[in-house]
Each structure stands twice: as C-alpha cells, then as structure tokens.
C-alpha cells in the first residue's frame, strides 16, 4: 500500500515535444507529491511538488496534474530540451509517527530528449 | 548546488573492510536522512536524524551503522559488507522532518 507505481521506465522525445511521465498510488494518506530530477553523478533534485487538494500546478515548462479519484498524477515537460534528459522519479510522501515526511520514491523513468 | 556534500564520491571495499561514508550540509537543515538507491528500484529510506536523534531506522542489516554528532554532519559506518549492498549512497537533508528533502551527489560503493 505504501508503493508508488511510475511509467514508462524509459522514455524517448524529440526536441521541442512534450514528455509525459505517470505515477500511480494506493495510499489514500500521503499528503505530499514531489517529483524529482536526477543528472548523472548527481543526488535527485526537487523538481516541482504538489498537495492533494490541487488539480493542477505549472512551474514554466513543467507541469504536475493530479487525480485524486483515480489516485494518479503526471508530469508533463512541455517544449522537451536536450538538458532536460535525466531520471525523473515521483514520490508520495506521509508524516509518520516518528515525526517525519516518509517520503516513498517510484522507480524512475529515465527521460532522452533527442535533437 | 544543493549545499549537501558527501565523501568519499566512490568507494570500492572489501567483504571484510570498514570503513565510513561521510555526509556534510551547510543549509542549517535539523534533519538528516541516509538514502540507498540501487538500479531499477525505489530509493530506499534507512535512517533518519532529527536534532542528532535518530527517529527511524528502516530495518537497516547491523553492518550499517549510522552517527550524527551535531545536526551538520551524518556518518555511515560500514561493516562486513555483502556485495548486494553495492549501491548509490544518498544522504539529504531538510529544515525540519516535515520539510522538502535536499539530497548529495550520493557515494557509490562496490563490495567486492
């Protein structure tokens, strides 16, 4: 229940196009949806986050969408670059009772943004 | 730059070695965390440090034994190492355990 799944493991766009990742979650309690990016030789980044009572968040190309009904939310990387090519991983995080966010990372999609 | 910096960046050791991962933030954070991120699965939470007390431990082998001295610095001892522990090390840091988590460029370790 604590899982979050996230597709396509792999992904492939020519510039200028838009790249769409896609998270999936079972645990109704997480509050907190992050999505980071990872160059290599690189820890992850904070990329750009939401909270469940929003729909929608844009920060320039990058936009975050959430369905909390269908417990689903999505990246989408508008006019794709060649630097945006790095591993992208979703997140879903909950306060735990040793009094932190646990946060609970997807698998990552790894994004190529070809010329 | 993220302000988390970690040494030694690769570190290849023997089954029978120690040795220690060091993790240093410069951001004021109270929180501190050790990450294992292995190929092609989640990033995996083993500790957590909030004012130098740890509050988790992820049911994290023995053989990995964390120390957090003041809330700016965060250490992984090693012991006794198996090669499936290779992997990439990431430590983050956060202003409070409830706050975004900033992460290092992460130590990636061999057992050999």
């Known amino acids: 229940q604590q899982q979050v799944k996230q597709s396509p493991q792999s992904l492939i766009v020519q510039k200028g196009g838009i790249s769409i990742i896609n998270c999936a979650y079972e645990n109704t309690a997480f509050d907190y949806f992050p999505w980071y990016q990872q160059f290599p030789g690189k820890g992850p980044a904070l990329l750009i986050a939401?909270?469940?009572?929003?729909s929608e968040k844009k920060e320039g190309r990058f936009t975050i969408s959430f369905n909390k009904s269908a417990k689903q939310f999505s990246l989408h990387i508008m006019d794709s670059q060649p630097g945006d090519s790095a591993t992208y991983f979703c997140a879903a995080s909950i306060w735990n009772s040793g009094g932190y966010q646990k946060v609970t990372f997807g698998t990552g999609t790894k994004l190529q943004v070809i010329p | 730059e993220t302000g988390v910096t970690q040494t030694p960046r690769h570190l290849v050791m023997g089954m029978t070695n120690k040795k220690s991962l060091k993790c240093e933030q410069h951001?004021?954070?109270?929180?501190m965390y050790w990450y294992k991120q292995s190929a092609k699965k989640p990033l995996e939470l083993m500790f957590v440090y909030n004012f130098k007390e740890q509050t988790e431990n992820n049911s994290v082998p023995s053989r990995f034994s964390p120390e957090c001295p003041n809330s700016s610095h965060l250490f992984l001892h090693l012991h006794t190492l198996q090669p499936e522990d290779s992997a990439l090390y990431l430590c983050?840091?956060?202003?409070?355990?409830?706050?975004?988590?900033?992460f290092g460029p992460g130590t990636r370790l061999l057992v050999l």
């Open positions: 951001l004021g954070h109270n929180a």
């Open positions: 939401i909270r469940p009572d929003v």
């Open positions: 983050a840091s956060s202003r409070g355990p409830q706050e975004t988590q900033y």
